[in-house]
């Protein structure tokens, strides 16, 4: 263990699958399958399917109102953030000074910005023509707002920034905040993902097959890794991790989930097929090879699978390779949804639970395993034994991918 | 100690060049990109003057791909040439672009598809040369560029990389032109940054791409250097989502970040490139900071944003090719379009005329919607 380390004192999340840590953990500890059929309106017509949607009547009151910040007016994805900083904040129990929060920062990640707001602010152009669009929507177009709201929020003065490498993007920035953190950049820093469910994209995704639909047995199709899978649910959220240094943390007696230890990414430069085994491999390696950790040290591998046919394929293939058949396989895509670039970031926040309760959350789903991937995956909750870290992936629809490691902290 | 990080490479496309000389010759001459825009983007509005780029440039073999991709990789081109770098390099180099709106045709057009995903513009890029580095995008609206330029820094100067590509690329859009107009910071004819009479911003459009290299990477292939990029502040307003803060507290604090990072004092900056867009708030903000930074020292400071418009999130990467072209020149471009000084933003904005000046370090500012401030740090080589 490095003698100053970067740490995470705080978790914020807004997922399907809970909203706050507290709610989160419970449906890792039973395992709950959080997505549900849903309607969502388009501009012209709906899409009907099966989709991890938060729960966003309580968002607004874990943030207090504030002079130039409405939520009344402002995103989902800007609310869901905001949300999730909050969150944070409340976990990790963060009262910086004036000083501190100068030097905090925020660094998101995500897969589709603004793209909802930009598409309302077309539908309202063609509904009331150019002169009389409401303004207000049009921040939100820009997919760094929801970071500008949360700063707004919370009052955080140093770097604001908002990145995009698809879905991995998420485990991106908590790479981009580590380095600001870890070389002293930053004294804090909120980091994480979001993504909200955007009706036009997954009418989209079902007009192309990569949405799934449950099979009429009663099998969950997008049930990760499973030979019946036959696509993944569209999910959302806001995920925020607080990240300090560990000399920070300890000097004002924070409550420590864990320790960011090793980063990984690689990509294909392939589009025709999602995911390709041989850079998912890389990403995985470069990650253990970062930390300077063994394949047969990790307890647990958080996998990116979400229920798509090939993605899922390579992925398993991938980890087979490197773990073999006896360290433990999740995905949690089968709790939320697939949240784009707030999953990877929900990812380590599972993980971290993980490693702190030596459990591991399983995949629910059908009675049986039908898969032939030789990796171990589990119906329910097992329990994970003593080995100190996780590795945590996140891939994209564009094949380039991330990984992450976080290991148990011990004082 | 960190690595030396040199630019080796520029290429740009904007209203005013399809490369980064004739950009810079037109720059110094005064040559505007503003005119009446053009039909597809032409919406009715009261406002109808744009700087969009209007000579044709190759985008044979893109067809999939949208604009703001398209000018990337047409810059990204003129500096991968400039920099004389093998294909074995260009292979190995990480991939970094600012962009604000980044691909909003489909949206525009109704349709949705893997064209939109955020990271369109940096992924298309890669694609296209084929690199096998990371890639990605910035989506810091207009400080994006700044944010980008960061990035490929920071992995060369910590050694996790020898080459980068990186930049900035926004199409012109219906999305930005109505949005601008709607919240009042569009100008329907002129943009004069600075001015009393200033009334707003002209929406622009193009790509800066800059190549940077690690100091050793360059001098092993013996590659022309324009400048090393010393470092990049950064800070957040916290205050407002589009306007600045009234006392520049942000901005400030960007400028002395940047300026601590490089190991330098406000008695070092020889000239400013300013954000200056042409808005009331934008500008008045601006020059208070600048006034609070450099008290009574009259840094001369310019925005080029009155030839070609803003161009969003490929705007810092323009405005540090330009700052690479005035270091080798030694001569600054001036803030065109200005007529009577306005008395708040009490600086000195070498009006209409290029100035030849000794210039050994140079900062340029870049500022965003979601109170983003971000200062980059050039000094000419030696």
């Known amino acids: 263990m490095n003698t100053d380390s970067v740490v995470i004192t705080g978790i914020g999340v807004v997922t399907a699958a809970g909203v706050g840590f507290h709610a989160f953990q419970s449906s890792l500890r039973n395992s709950t399958r959080c997505v549900a059929p849903k309607t969502l309106a388009r501009e012209n017509g709906a899409v009907e399917g099966i989709v991890g949607a938060v729960n966003d009547e309580d968002l607004p009151k874990f943030i207090q109102p504030k002079r130039h910040l409405n939520f009344k007016h402002m995103s989902r994805s800007g609310v869901m953030v905001c949300a999730a900083a909050a969150l944070a904040i409340k976990d990790g129990r963060f009262e910086p000074s004036a000083q501190t929060l100068e030097q905090t920062g925020i660094v998101m990640g995500t897969g589709f910005g603004g793209i909802q707001s930009m598409l309302k602010f077309n539908a309202d152009v063609r509904a009331k023509g150019p002169s009389a669009v409401n303004p207000i929507i049009f921040p939100d177009t820009v997919s760094n707002a929801p970071a500008g709201y949360a700063a707004i929020a919370f009052g955080m003065q140093g770097m604001n920034a908002t990145l995009s490498t698809g879905f991995s993007s998420g485990l991106r920035a908590i790479r981009v905040a580590y380095e600001q953190v870890a070389s002293g950049g930053l004294a804090a820093a909120f980091a994480g993902g979001y993504d909200e469910l955007i009706p036009e994209l997954c009418h989209y995704w079902q007009s192309t097959g990569a949405m799934a639909s449950d099979h009429t047995d009663g099998i969950l199709a997008a049930r990760p890794f499973n030979a019946n899978r036959n696509g993944f649910y569209p999910g959302e959220g806001a995920v925020v991790l607080l990240l300090e240094r560990r000399s920070t943390a300890s000097q004002r007696g924070a409550a420590i989930h864990g320790e960011l230890l090793g980063f990984g990414s690689c990509q294909s430069n392939q589009t025709s097929e999602p995911g390709a085994l041989g850079a998912q491999r890389c990403t995985m390696q470069r990650a253990l090879a970062n930390a300077g950790i063994k394949a047969s040290e990790i307890a647990a591998v958080f996998a990116s699978a979400n229920g798509s046919v090939l993605a899922d394929r390579d992925e398993a293939l991938a980890i087979a390779s490197i773990f073999g058949p006896d360290t433990p396989v999740t995905a949690i895509k089968s709790l939320t949804g697939e949240c784009m670039a707030a999953a990877g970031p929900a990812s380590v926040s599972a993980a971290l639970w993980a490693l702190n309760k030596k459990k591991v959350p399983g995949i629910p789903g059908q009675a049986h395993d039908s898969h032939d991937y030789k990796i171990r995956t589990s119906n329910s909750t097992s329990e994970m034994d003593d080995r100190n870290y996780c590795l945590i992936n996140s891939f994209g629809l564009d094949a380039q991918g991330e990984s992450l490691i976080v290991g148990r902290y011990e004082s | 100690m960190p690595n030396r990080v040199v630019i080796t490479g520029i290429g740009a496309i904007n209203s005013i060049g399809v490369s980064a000389g004739e950009f810079w010759t037109n720059l110094l001459d005064g040559v505007s990109g503003a005119a009446p825009i053009g039909a597809q983007h032409d919406v009715g509005l009261k406002q109808n003057v744009g700087c969009e780029v209007r000579k044709p440039f190759s985008t044979e073999g893109l067809p999939s791909m949208g604009r703001a991709t398209q000018l990337a990789i047409e810059a990204a081109k003129g500096a991968l040439h400039d920099s004389g770098l093998s294909a074995a390099a260009i292979e190995e180099a990480d991939i970094s672009i600012g962009t604000t709106m980044g691909e909003p045709e489909m949206i525009e057009r109704e349709k949705a598809s893997a064209c939109i995903q955020a990271d369109a513009i940096s992924s298309g890029v890669a694609r296209f040369f084929n690199t ?64 009393h009479n200033r009334k707003g911003l002209l929406l622009g459009e193009g790509s800066g791409m800059l190549v940077l290299e690690s100091f050793s990477h360059a001098q092993a292939r013996n590659a022309k250097i324009y400048a090393e990029v010393l470092g990049c502040g950064f800070s957040c307003d916290a205050f407002h989502i589009t306007q600045p803060h009234p006392k520049a507290d942000g901005a400030v604090l960007a400028m002395n970040r940047a300026m601590e990072q490089a190991h330098i004092t406000p008695q070092d900056v020889d000239y400013i490139s300013a954000h200056g867009t042409g808005t009331k708030f934008n500008d008045l903000s601006e020059s208070i900071a600048v006034k609070r930074v450099f008290g009574d020292q009259p840094v001369p400071i310019s925005s080029i944003k009155a030839l070609i418009g803003h161009t969003l999130g490929s705007a810092s990467a323009l405005e540090a090719i330009a700052c690479c072209l005035a270091l080798r020149d030694q001569v600054i471009p001036p803030t065109w379009n200005y007529q009577e000084k306005d008395l708040d933003c009490d600086i000195d904005v070498v009006p209409n005329e290029p100035r030849p000046a000794r210039l050994k370090t140079v900062i340029s500012n870049s500022y965003a919607f979601g109170g983003s401030n971000s200062c980059l740090v050039l000094r000419q080589f030696n």
């Open chain 2, 132 to 195: 096998k580095g990371n890639h990605m995008t910035w989506q810091t609206a207009c400080a994006a560029g700044n944010y980008a330029m960061h990035s490929g820094f920071s992995r060369i100067a910590s050694g996790r990389g020898s080459v980068a590509l990186v930049g900035g690329s926004d199409a012109f859009s219906k999305t930005a032109f109505i949005g601008f107009a709607r919240v009042g910071a569009l100008s329907s004819d002129v943009c004069r940054p600075f001015d």
